[in-house]
């Protein structure tokens, strides 16, 4: 049976660092449900037993105060992300502290995180009063001013200023407020008004906001397509790996961009190489460089659905679609040619349909479960709204460039955007029906997710003996 070893090379690598972060017996349970399953036994072990190691080396070592005490920091700016509520804006800055001085001791590289109203003009490293408690949350002094330090070039920095230039741009091009707002996260990352972000959570679109990989694949297309017709192959690979790095570093390293940055670009060295690669090995690649580099990144939910949802869709969209081709088989492009224009857009529509539910279904039965342990609620109008609105909302961010250099396109754009934003939100009253649960347990969780993962890899593997025979 065909098992991806990457991949699982890659989960037994994740369980290991898991024990560091939270170790639970259902853990060793998992590790042992994949040796006795899946082959390269002595590997799965090695690799359970790496992912301890490099954890436990990048396990924080820094010592924080023991209760609040009032300092001077000398801040490196790492991060900037907004924090929009209804009645206030502010900004989070998240880097490291070189050095705190108290009156009574002196701390060094000290990860910290502080709330501003604005975010300072210039600079990225600064001198700054104010009290830091034992979580590493600095409350810097509401009346003593950032004073800017001598530092070297930031990437943090620049990257912020681009993406300050994009939002300009887009609000002057872009007169509809909340159209320019939708473009605006969609191509920076930059959250929108809390308005819109309830309104997209609401109906179980609020992804959809997110630069993810389903963005970052969506602009990997358009750039390639672009660059088609002017290269060779070879060519074509070199340039859009070079494109999609610059785009990297725009939009910075969130998980599932990264994901999605490494499985493109592993592609196209294998097109480069003349190699095949086998999908669920490109996921396993991006985790386990992504877990080797920043281990801590096991812990953020939007890493741990970034994963999740490709795995989904990966495993199980070929099972479902293969299960909906027995009611709605395929028919040969001369049967048709034959039929009735009427009845061609009919079958058209028909195969939309099917892939667009083996894809919804394929991502809800992988990451349900931990949406349940999370949150206990789930909207069910996020399945015919998730089934018809990422692609439309797609198809608009694939148009967005040419919008920005052709008036009537922007007009256009403007108003079928402006038309889908209305849609999200006002949806019909009596369909906000929410599916709620009490949380499952951590245990039942985990257990959970392994027999997904397991019976998913085992129905893929016959899948794909059956189609090869």
């Not at 049976?1 to 989960?11: E, K, S, Y």
């Not at 502010?90 to 070189?98: D, E, I, P, Q, T």
């Not at 190699?275 to 386990?288: E, K, M, P, Q, Y």
């Amino acid at each position: 049976m065909f098992a991806p070893p990457l991949l699982i090379w890659a989960i037994s690598f994740f369980i290991g660092v898991s024990w560091l972060h939270c170790f639970h017996f259902i853990s060793l349970l998992s590790l042992g449900a994949f040796l006795f399953f899946f082959d390269h036994k002595r590997a799965i072990l090695w690799f359970a037993l790496f992912g301890y190691l490099i954890g436990w080396v990048h396990q924080p070592k820094a010592e924080y105060p023991t209760s609040p005490v009032e300092g001077t920091a000398i801040f490196d700016l790492k991060s900037i992300q907004k924090s929009q509520t209804p009645f206030h804006t502010s900004y989070l800055l998240k880097g490291v502290c070189k050095v705190f001085t108290t009156e009574d001791n002196v701390y060094t590289n000290l990860p910290i995180s502080l709330f501003v109203n604005r975010v300072p003009k210039t600079g990225s490293r600064w001198e700054i009063e104010g009290k830091l408690d034992e979580k590493g949350h600095f409350k810097p002094h509401t009346k003593k001013k950032f004073r800017e330090r001598d530092a070297p070039f930031s990437i943090t920095r620049w990257r912020y200023s681009q993406k300050q230039r994009v939002k300009k741009l887009i609000h002057a091009k872009f007169r509809d407020r909340k159209v320019a707002h939708f473009f605006t996260s969609m191509t920076t990352g930059e959250k929108p008004d809390w308005l819109m972000t309830m309104e997209f959570r609401k109906v179980g679109l609020s992804h959809i906001l997110a630069i993810s990989g389903f963005h970052f694949a969506l602009i990997a297309l358009l750039i390639g397509s672009l660059l088609k017709p002017f290269l060779s192959p070879k060519l074509h690979s070199i340039a859009l790996l070079f494109f999609l790095s610059v785009l990297l570093i725009f939009l910075g390293l969130s998980p599932s961009i990264l994901r999605a940055y490494v499985m493109i670009c592993l592609y196209l060295l294998g097109k480069l190489a003349h190699r095949r690669v086998d999908g669920l090995n490109l996921l396993g690649a991006a985790l386990l460089i992504e877990l080797i580099f920043n281990p801590s990144s096991i812990t953020h939910l939007g890493f741990q659905l970034s994963y999740l949802a490709t795995f989904g869709i990966l495993t199980f969209y070929p099972l479902f679609q293969s299960l909906l081709n027995r009611a709605f088989p395929k028919r040969p492009l001369f049967i048709l040619r034959s039929m009735p224009l009427l009845d061609q857009h009919g079958y058209l529509f028909v195969r939309f349909l099917i892939g667009a539910i083996s894809l919804n279904f394929s991502v809800q039965l992988a990451t349900l479960p931990l949406l349940f342990h999370c949150f206990g609620d789930f909207p069910l109008l996020s399945i015919p709204y998730n089934l018809i609105l990422p692609p439309l909302l797609g198809a608009a961010l694939l148009l967005f460039p040419f919008a920005l250099l052709l008036p009537p396109l922007r007009l256009l754009l403007s108003w079928f955007t402006s038309y889908l934003l209305r849609i999200i939100a006002n949806p019909p009253a009596a369909w906000e029906i929410h599916l709620s649960i009490s949380p499952p347990s951590l245990t039942f969780l985990l257990l959970l997710l392994t027999l997904i993962a397991i019976w998913g890899l085992k129905k893929r593997g016959h899948f794909r003996e059956n189609r090869t025979l």
